[in-house]
């Protein structure tokens, strides 16, 4: 499954991409989020290129789906790594997303570029599963998850970036 947003920002880039450098603002977000035991195990800024390695736990959705409970908990270990590299247009990232026991690749890319009002973040992210019979309602009910986890994820940095304007 294919998720593609666009989140705009009425801030420029450097105030939005600090957000995305911020262990802090991280555990603020994902705990927003409804995620638990929030941890940044590497955070790294230097010049052109941001690494960040976190993990946390997140819940599962009260509507999983039965054939795809036996794969899941209440709870799911997630570790999620993004390498940001920074260009003549913005800043690229390419990430990946695993759930720890969940036969899910979940991976993606995003760009961070200025616009005229102040910047907008493309989102790219590709749910995949190889499991025989179940692999596409797997990665279906994943994307879905993360399509409305990304449009949530977006309302906390706009609500986050205007209350540190206002």
């Known amino acids: ?32 989020l409804g995620a ?3 941890k940044a195990k590497s955070v790294k800024l230097e010049n052109t290129e941001l690494l960040v390695d976190t993990r946390r736990e997140v819940p599962v959705s009260e509507d999983t789906p039965s054939v795809i ?11 999620q790594k993004e390498q940001w590299q920074k260009q003549n247009d913005g800043w690229h990232c390419q990430f990946k997303v ?15 570029r200025p616009t005229e009002n102040g910047c907008e973040n493309e989102v790219s992210i590709n749910v995949s599963s190889s499991i025989p019979l179940i692999g596409e309602t797997l990665s279906r009910f994943i994307g879905e998850n993360i399509d409305d986890l990304a449009q949530k994820e977006y309302k906390v940095i706009l609500k986050h970036l205007e209350s540190v304007t206002a």
Do not use: C
């Not at 294919?2 to 105030?15: A, C, D, K, P, V």
């Not at 409970?69 to 570790?79: A, C, D, I, L, Y």
């Not at 695993?98 to 961070?112: F, N, Y």
């Open 1 to 32: 499954m294919n998720i593609n947003q666009t989140h705009s920002y009425n801030h420029n880039l450097e105030e939005v991409f600090a957000l995305f450098a911020n262990p802090g603002f991280m555990e603020q977000k994902y705990s927003a």
């Open 36 to 38: 638990r035991n929030f």
């Open 69 to 79: 409970k036996r794969f899941v908990g209440e709870w799911n270990r997630t570790r």
């Open 98 to 112: 695993d759930i720890s026991g969940v036969p899910a690749r979940i991976q993606g890319t995003m760009h961070l």
